[in-house]
């Protein structure tokens, strides 16, 4: 009789202070007939996470783990070791080297539109994939890589030795065009809270350097910081709205330009693609609807949603879809298409680079 009570003594206070009474007496039988053993306690909870997410019906909700977390947190950071150069393919197939401001490479004396020969012995073709250059170049902090680059106009062979060093990966880069040297071209890699002095201080060195008309290329940028987004965008513009947002329960937030943007008058277009994602569509689609720049490229991702993180006791994370946004006036919207180019290019288009190819077009010839 004592048993008996205790047992179902127990059973009455699990159920009661369970959310989730099925899943309670699931595990249970689970613990105490399976022939396969369970894993350690973490695991199981974290499976358990992720079928909460996936019935949550959230498409865009995350369930990190405490590594794949930290992992994370280093790429958004932009921390690896490297030797801090870009590589840009130009339209001949060449690959050209662009070293960031006092980086090892910029150091060890590589110069801009240094064209990559070999990477520790390998030969470069026009046909090899950036990303495998990429790895290359890449690799252990403190190691070296050796390099061999040729330097216009005497083309002559230049051979470094370069030590990788833990290199932060700039929010944007810059450039002028090798073939078109009145162009500046502006890569936006994320939205960072550093971004918006970093793109004064290209479009400056960009002017000094000659360049008067702009392409900003957002292609691959998957997003970054909400408000930051809407402070470049309205850097560019003179007047016009440019997004409204909402949360579950909360009335509708609305944002638009407040004053002339010091870049208003730029003579730009902008390029994305189907990886152009979240804050960088709101930049692209605000320019858009307020008929600011020529879109070009293909359509980008569609993703109108904000999450907020949240970080568990364990290191671990939740990415959490809590609030949609749109772009006033912009037709389709967003969420139904992504921003749908002025200029489309096929992504299978042949060629070193065809939309950037139609930028420089559109930008030389008027628009």
């Known amino acids: 009789m004592g048993f008996t009570a205790g047992f179902y003594t127990q059973t009455w206070f699990r159920k009661d202070r369970s959310q989730f009474p099925i899943l309670d007496q699931a595990y249970q039988i689970l613990s105490n007939h399976s022939l396969q053993e369970l894993p350690e306690a973490p695991a199981l909870e974290y499976g358990m996470i992720r079928g909460l997410l996936q019935a949550s019906g959230d498409p865009y909700a995350v369930f990190l783990e405490p590594i794949l977390h930290e992992l994370e947190t280093d790429s958004l950071e932009g921390n690896f070791g490297g030797i801090g150069v870009e590589l840009v393919r130009a339209e001949n197939g060449d690959l050209l080297l662009y070293p960031y401001p006092e980086s090892p490479a910029a150091v060890a004396g590589v110069r801009a539109g240094d064209q990559l020969l070999t990477v520790d012995g390998m030969a470069i073709t026009s046909e090899m994939p950036i990303e495998t250059i990429q790895a290359a170049i890449r690799g252990g902090i403190d190691e070296t890589v050796r390099i061999t680059v040729s330097r216009k106009p005497g083309r002559t062979p ?5 030590a990788r060093k833990e290199m932060p990966l700039p929010s944007i880069t810059w450039r002028v065009h090798p073939e078109s040297p009145s162009l500046g071209i ?4 994320v939205i960072a809270s550093s971004t918006l002095e970093e793109i004064l201080h290209a479009v400056d060195e960009l002017k000094d350097l000659g360049a008067s008309g702009y392409i900003l290329d957002l292609r ?3 997003g970054g910081l909400l408000s930051e987004s809407i402070e470049i965008t309205r850097l560019f513009l003179a007047r016009g709205e440019i997004l409204e947002q909402q949360y579950r329960g909360q009335p509708v937030d609305s944002y ?5 943007g ?8 902008v390029l994305v693609n189907e990886n152009t994602a979240s804050a960088a569509e709101i930049i692209a689609g605000a320019l858009k609807a307020n008929d600011r720049a020529p879109i070009i490229g293909t359509p980008t991702l569609g993703k109108d949603s904000i999450q907020l993180v949240f970080d568990l006791d364990d290191g671990s994370s939740l990415h959490i879809t809590a609030a949609r946004w749109w772009v006033p006036g912009l037709e389709p919207p967003i969420g139904d298409h992504g921003v749908q180019p ?5 992504a299978d288009v042949q060629g070193a680079d065809p939309a950037l190819k139609a930028a420089v077009d559109l930008l030389s010839h008027g628009r």
């Open 186 to 189: 502006i890569k936006l890699n």
């Open 262 to 269: 010091l870049l208003k008058d730029l003579d730009m277009v």
């Open 342 to 346: 002025d200029i489309t290019i096929p």
């Open 158 to 162: 230049l051979d470094f030795e370069i």
């Open 220 to 222: 691959d940028n998957g």
């Open 256 to 260: 638009s330009v407040e004053e002339p």
